[in-house]
């Protein structure tokens, strides 16, 4: 049996979303089974960015996002997620296969994700994650908004612990090559939530996230039988 892992971390409930159509996706592959866990939030509620918002921000730029609205949202969907097992360093050593998600924070990673895979920087030293098959999926606010440039960066840790990336080719995902605005890009999976996170991924974005953990899981199988690395 081969494992794909699907890590994630959402504070709005766009990426745990995503996550469920990756994880269908990569289930589709006969003799792969997927395991689906959570980057837990920050205990220090005084660094927990999402929740420190209050009305005062409800004016100049702020009056688009809906900021105290969104405090109940996070509220609720962290709710919703608390029986997602939590991601340990063990669900990475067992996996065959990794597919990252987690919201672009000014162009880049939340903390609570560099949090979680500095801990990950272990296998640096024991190789225990090289070779294994990656791929990444994000959601961004607004469609220039650093979709591309949180995969593209985010990248950069997977390739120091050794891992292959996968990527979104153009001609199995032809939904992205649109004039509207689709997230998704050869880089991996993305969806738009929006300003004020009232946009919900669509149906193109789901389909092409179900193609990507499909893709992973065929590599993941394939390594898995063939150890390239072995
Ligand atoms: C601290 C913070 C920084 C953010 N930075 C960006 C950004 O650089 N670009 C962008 O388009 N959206 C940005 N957003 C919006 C998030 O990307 C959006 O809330 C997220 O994609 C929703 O995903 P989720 O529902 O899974 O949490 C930011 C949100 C927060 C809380």
Known sequence: MTT??????????????????????AEKIEGVAVKRVRIPEFNDASIRVVNQRNQNEEKGLGQHFKLTKRV?????VQQEQVNIPVATMDDLREADGIIWGFPTYLGSMPAQVKSFLDQAGQFCTT????????????????????????????????????M????????????????????CSP????????????????????????????????????????????
Do not use: W
């Not at 794909?4 to 996706?25: K, N, P, R, W």
């Not at 292959?164 to 997230?183: H, M, R, S």
């Open 187 to 230: 880089y991996g999976v993305s969806t738009l939530a929006g300003p004020d996170g009232s946009r919900t991924p669509c149906q193109d974005e789901l389909r092409m996230a179900g193609r990507l953990g499909e893709r992973v899981a065929r590599v993941a199988k394939a390594f898995t039988v063939a150890k390239p690395f072995e």
């Open 72 to 76: 109940e949202d996070y509220e609720r």
């Open 164 to 183: 292959i990336f996968i990527g979104l080719p153009y001609t199995q995902n032809p939904e992205y090559l649109t004039d509207k605005a689709v997230g």
């Open 4 to 25: 794909v892992l699907v890590v994630y971390y959402s504070a709005f409930g766009h990426i745990a979303t995503v996550s469920e159509a990756i994880a269908d996706g």
């Open 127 to 162: 190789g225990e994650l090289e070779g294994k098959p990656t791929a990444l999926f994000t959601s961004a606010g607004s469609i220039h908004g650093g979709h591309e440039a949180t995969i593209l960066t985010s990248l950069v840790p997977l390739l120091h612990l050794g």
